[in-house]
């Protein structure tokens, strides 16, 4: 899940990009309000995580221009001050949620998985297709009841696939979602991913459950 932080605060937009990094969010930073709407506007993100009082342009006007533009991404704002006229302007600009600063990296982290959640439609955050099973809280992956391990990348490709089961995934989605801002699309590093992911997903395994849509991209589906 790809995640956007505005934030001018430097302390704190670490403390947050880190925290999100280690529950393996890929997590784009934008230090002001100007880069923050800019990639807002080209990138499709999972969430946005929106400091109100921002340089260049403050959260409030960039929360009110994306919902103007019929961006309906989840959006989490941050609130300096423990104002109720701040928390009820941000949600009137089209805000999801809000959080009073200061707070603690583990109610952040609960109300950025309730948002995804909510967006999902789902009530759990756990993902089983066939016999494999991963579960979002603590990013444990299972197959057949083995436990795998997987690195930060496999794990969010297969997060990504996992999320999408059943339907087509093309590389301009996985890049989108999966990897960063500066990522290069045009490599061949997501197949390179995909094997490693097979490798440790499929090998040795009667049934395949990561099938290549020749052209396209790829389909995670329990049935060839
Ligand atoms: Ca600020």
Redesign the pocket.
């Known amino acids: 899940m790809r995640i956007l932080l505005v934030?001018?605060?430097e302390k704190i937009a670490s403390f947050i990009q880190r925290g999100l990094a280690e529950q393996r969010f890929t997590v784009d930073m934008a230090p002001d309000g100007e880069e923050g709407l800019y990639l807002a506007e080209i990138n499709p993100y999972d969430l946005i995580i929106l400091?109100?009082?921002?340089p260049k342009k403050d959260g409030i006007s960039i929360c009110r221009q994306l919902r103007e533009q019929k961006n309906s991404t989840p959006i989490l704002m941050l609130t300096?001050r423990d104002a109720v006229k701040d928390k009820v302007s941000g949600l009137n600009a089209g805000a999801d949620d809000y959080l009073t600063k200061p707070f603690s990296f583990s109610e952040l982290l609960a109300r950025v998985r309730a948002l995804l959640r909510r967006e999902r439609n789902e009530k759990v955050d756990q993902l089983r297709v066939g016999d494999l099973e991963l579960n979002m809280l603590n990013q444990q992956v299972r197959r057949d009841n083995e436990t795998i391990t997987l690195t930060n990348k496999e794990y969010g490709l297969l997060e990504y696939l996992m999320l999408n089961a059943n339907q087509i995934v093309t590389r301009t989605m996985i890049s989108e979602h999966v990897w960063k801002e500066d990522f290069n699309s045009f490599t061949n590093v997501i197949d390179v991913h995909i094997r490693y992911l097979r490798n440790k997903i499929d090998k040795n395994k009667k049934k395949k459950l990561i099938h290549t849509v020749r052209g396209t991209g790829y389909i995670l589906k329990e049935d060839n």
């Open positions: 934030e001018d605060e400091d109100l009082m921002l300096a």
